[in-house]
């Protein structure tokens, strides 16, 4: 079956802009996360998802960033006003409740 | 401190050998812990679910010790398409109770022919 998909898989932008990552989960799966990865860093929580419950927005490094989730599936991540320090690879992730995660591919946003 | 702890590495070691990674977690109310790995410029990928009892997958061995909060990673056999990060990841038991999970900076092995 698929996976999940992200989509693009690179973004170059300009300083200033307006980015938006797309995440389509595994189909069932509840639950729906967002982490970014720096070069060589670990792995950061930014956002999840869980049904209708209202989103936990805890990982958020500011309001520059948002995401949605329409219709319990696709999210959209939206970052305002890129930065240069907002380059990084960023992960969507989908699970059932109470299980393990699994990981799309990625958007590798890289803002100049 | 850090909420999910690992040492770095790298972990340099020959074909066929054994080695074990550590991972000390800071939350005792964590709630379930996996191992995944991480290819370079990959996403991560579920390795294994560590359960307390301890469990094998091949030649992946995962144990989880609750009392001293901590888990490992014994791989056997080591074979050169284990070259990898493996990340230590750990389940729920934060502050804010959210289901996230929180991720270890992972160890670096790579094996070597």
């Known amino acids: 079956g698929a996976g999940v998909s992200q989509s693009p898989s690179n973004k170059v932008t300009e300083k200033g802009k307006d980015v938006e990552l797309r995440c389509d989960p595994i189909?069932?799966?509840?639950?729906l996360y967002w982490y970014r990865q720096s070069l060589g860093q670990g792995l950061e929580f930014l956002i999840y998802?869980?049904?209708?419950?209202?989103?936990?927005k805890s990982g958020l490094p500011s309001d520059r960033f948002s995401a949605e989730r329409t219709g319990g599936s696709v999210s959209t991540l939206t970052i305002q006003r890129t930065q240069q320090e907002d380059s990084a690879v960023y992960l969507c992730?989908?699970?059932?409740?109470?299980?393990?995660?699994?990981f799309g591919p990625g958007t590798r946003l890289t803002v100049l | 401190r850090k909420e999910v702890e690992q040492d770095p590495g790298p972990f340099n070691v020959p074909e066929g050998a054994t080695v074990a990674f550590n991972c000390t977690y800071s939350?005792?109310?964590?709630?379930?812990f996996f191992w995944y790995r991480q290819d370079c410029r990959k996403e991560p990928k579920l390795l294994m679910s560590?359960?307390?009892s301890g469990n094998e997958d091949g030649r992946f061995t995962a144990q989880l010790n609750r009392a001293s909060q901590y888990i490992s990673l014994l791989i056997r056999d080591s074979k050169l398409s284990d070259s990898a990060t493996y990340l230590c990841?750990?389940?729920?038991?934060?502050?804010?109770?959210?289901?996230?999970?929180?991720f270890g900076s992972g160890t670096r092995l790579q094996v070597q022919p």
């Open positions: 992730a989908s699970s059932l409740d109470l299980s393990p995660q699994f």
């Open positions: 189909s069932g799966h509840t639950a």
């Open positions: 998802f869980q049904g209708n419950s209202a989103p936990d």
């Open positions: 939350n005792s109310a964590s709630q379930s």
């Open positions: 560590v359960y307390s």
């Open positions: 990841v750990v389940l729920g038991g934060t502050d804010t109770g959210r289901r996230a999970l929180t």
